[in-house]
């Protein structure tokens, strides 16, 4: 019997201490972000970007409201417009030479994330819920500089200026009418 006693206070023990596993709330976001200035242009990684986050409360709606606002790094709470953030509670890190360019630090369990992609005039958004005990998440942003504005995997991105002419970025893009010499 005492046998019995001494396994089943072992058992409860083993599950106790796995019931009680520290989690960690945070993780490192690392993004890909890919751009197409022009509809004939290839998708291209991005050059010059800006990251920034804002740790938000659970069910809260933003977004960047204007080009201005993203520049200047300010959000605005869609369910009360005159409520704004503007001091930013991580700024990211760019490395154009990274397969992931860009990486952010987010440690609060909702984050609203802000990438600007200042050579094509345009940015997304997306608000995010950040994982447990979750290390690293890698992902992917596509921004297409010729479309007004689109969504995928999570992100939301804004052309502001649709209407502006842009150029091929790419120099290898020649028309029929062209010869390569």
Known sequence: MRKFRYIAIVLIAIVATACF?????????????????TEEDTVIKATDLECYAFWVKKGSKWEVSTWEDALAHRITNTDRPAEQLSEPDEMGDFDPEAE?????????????????????????????????????????LHIYAWRKSGSANGWTYI??????????VNSDTTTENETVE
Do not use: C
């Open 21 to 37: 596993k520290d989690e960690k709330q945070g993780t490192l976001m690392r993004i890909a972000v890919y751009t197409q200035n």
């Open 100 to 140: 992931y360019q860009v990486a952010l630090e987010l440690w609060s369990e909702h984050t609203f994330a802000v990438i600007v992609d200042k050579a094509n005039k345009v940015y997304a958004y997306r608000l995010y819920e950040t994982p447990m005990n979750l290390p690293e998440v890698l992902t992917q």
């Open 159 to 168: 052309n502001p200026f649709p209407d502006e002419a842009r150029e091929p």
